[in-house]
């Protein structure tokens, strides 16, 4: 149990140290951690000096993660797209993180790419550009030229990092089993599988052939596309570590003074930009999640480029239906249809008062059906949306959040070139479109065709199931099991009260036990101390001892309250 705690005990206790300084006492004195660090140390926290509480508690936190490294840095910005988990406020805080992380030697990336490909990197590239192009956490970015004369940017991941990611992963579980009740009673319900998420997460960011996928899967789906460009990954020159891509030139997205030089409208760029990103939610569900200006290229002859595929989301089709559902229903100002279709794409669809749901989507509604459609924001609404989610802490695909997040960043990307530019706008047709996808003959009879194929399964296997029911029944072997939920708490006190109970009797006991021994008749052979036969003295030490367990289980349990 403890094998995880010893091998990361210097950097579990370096944690509580951080967590002190920064006046998050409270979680350390009411978890686990409280072992690791003394109670000298934690008085001598609360004289000091108190300035940090001149920051709110959820700065704190972004102060903490900045100061715990990359690996938690990269989870507080995963979890700042889920609004569903945390509060506004905190998520506006890990909005603020970056991962500002110095490049590496180019010798080191040099050799790292011959290890990784096995022959030396003159055999391969013609000229390689010792200035990276970009730096981050997990790797950089240079530019380089093959030997067939393509220009190509090469992403080298950084010696070391995969040690470290798993190294901090495992105190990350560590933390979290620690911390587990303290983190529940804050509001987040499922705490390791948001750390079991982030490791997934991160053993794809650690590989990038599974960018390299992604960037093949959207080349096949935007084929026929002669207004938007994929570049294309060298799949032969790429391994987990190291990842060839081709060059593609251009400017930012937002550089609206070339595109006016290159004879480009602005706004027609922004809106064949959003109509591209609305396609890969609405048609292929499959989209880049990280469309800011960076990543955003412009040709010269107005192709936009899309770079970075390191995060990209996924909607099934129903999931797909669901989201634009909620559009739809907004649209039409139809707060159940909202709700309905909200149930629909919560993964865990459990909602304790759906008329005080309905309520809250319909104020939501009468909120901006008031504004002229020149007021309305994809981020107020963005931000109205993911506060009722977390209100009413539905579970939601983390895709949602993606989406929302890229949606606000497209609608600020269209405003400085298109000043009459309006998200929602040109999400309307794509929601009617969807709605006749869904009832369209193709889909229905594929939908009759699944539920048909399940309900086949289900008379194939039932009269086998109630066979051995009744099998079992006739011969007595059927049992039920019921399981208590919620009396973990209750039946741990009502032991805790038995035992002490226990021991309160038996001190009484010994005590009397003491009394009525200094009554007894005993033989000459009955040594006395003091006046007093030793049968009491070792009745007394007996009592004492068990006194002495009482009076420590009593310390005990006021420490832990």
């Known amino acids: 149990m403890f094998k995880n705690t010893i091998s990361n005990l210097s950097r579990i206790r370096q944690v509580a140290e951080v967590l002190l300084r920064y006046g998050f006492e409270d979680v350390v004195t009411t978890t686990p951690l409280r072992r690791l660090v003394s ?14 509480f001149e920051t709110t508690r959820w700065e704190r936190v972004r102060l903490i993660i900045e100061e715990l490294g990359p690996t938690f840095i990269k989870l507080a910005q995963a979890m700042s797209n889920r609004a569903d988990l945390l509060p506004e406020a905190l998520i506006d805080e890990f909005e603020k993180l970056q991962s500002n992380v110095p490049p590496f030697e180019t010798a080191l990336a040099r050799q790292i790419i011959e290890e990784e490909l096995g022959r030396p ?19 950089q970015v240079h530019r380089a030229r093959l030997l067939t004369g393509e220009e190509v940017v090469v992403k080298v991941q950084r010696p070391g990092v995969r040690e470290k990611v798993r190294s901090d992963l495992a105190l990350l579980h560590e933390l979290v089993r620690l911390t587990a009740g303290f983190l529940q009673k804050q509001g987040l319900a499922n705490p390791q599988d948001i750390v079991d998420a982030f490791e997934r997460s991160m053993s794809k960011e650690l590989d990038y052939t599974a960018e390299a996928r992604s960037m093949e899967q959207f080349r096949k789906l935007y084929e026929e596309y002669t207004t938007f460009y994929v570049p294309k990954p060298y799949r032969e020159l790429s391994t987990e570590r190291i990842l060839v891509i081709e060059f593609v030139s251009g400017c930012k997205i937002t550089d609206k003074v070339q595109l006016l030089e290159w004879g480009l409208s602005p706004a027609d760029v922004a809106e064949n930009g959003m109509d591209i990103y609305l396609t890969q939610i609405f048609e292929f569900g499959i989209f880049h999640a990280d469309p800011h200006p960076g990543n955003v290229l412009v040709r010269p002859d107005g192709t936009i480029v899309l770079i970075d595929f390191g995060m990209v989301g996924r909607l099934t089709k129903q999931q797909k239906y669901a989201f634009a559902g909620v559009f739809i229903g ?16 919560a993964l865990t669809a459990e909602i304790p008062d759906m008329r005080a749901f309905e309520s809250d989507l319909s104020q939501l509604i009468e909120d901006f059906a008031m504004l002229d459609v020149k007021e309305m924001s994809m981020s107020d609404l963005a931000d109205a949306l993911q506060g009722i989610i977390y209100n009413y802490k539905l579970q939601v695909p983390g895709a949602v959040f ?4 890229a949606l606000v960043i497209l609608e600020g990307i269209g405003k400085v070139l298109h000043p009459n530019f309006n998200t929602f706008e040109f999400v309307a047709p794509y929601g009617a479109k969807i709605i006749r996808e869904q009832y369209s003959r193709e889909n229905l009879l594929t939908e009759a065709e699944y539920t048909g194929t399940q309900l086949l399964a289900l008379l194939q296997t039932l009269p086998a199931d109630v066979r051995q029911i009744v099998r079992k029944i ?31 009797l038996l001190c009484v006991g010994g005590l009397l036990f003491s009394g009525l021994s200094l009554l007894g008749h005993y033989s000459a052979a009955m ?15 007996a009592t004492g001892f068990l006194l002495l367990i009482l009076l420590l289980l009593g310390t005990r349990r006021r420490e832990k309250s």
Do not use: C
């Not at 200035?131 to 981050?136: E, M, R």
């Open 121 to 139: 990197i003159s055999e391969v590239f013609s000229e390689f550009d010792d200035i990276t192009l970009g730096s981050a956490s997990i790797g």
């Open 39 to 52: 109670q000298a140390r934690r008085l001598s926290w609360q004289r000091a000096d108190r300035q940090v």
């Open 402 to 405: 993606l989406i929302l997040r």
């Open 474 to 504: 006739s011969k007595g072997e059927l049992r039920l099991k019921f399981e208590l939920v919620g009396y973990t708490t209750l039946l741990r006190k009502a032991d805790q009260l038995v035992s002490r109970t226990i021991l309160a």
């Open 330 to 345: 907004m649209a039409r100002q139809d707060a159940r249809s909202m709700a309905l279709n909200f149930r629909r794409l």
């Open 527 to 541: 040594p006395y101390h003091r006046g007093v036969p030793e049968i009491t003295w070792w009745s007394l030490g």
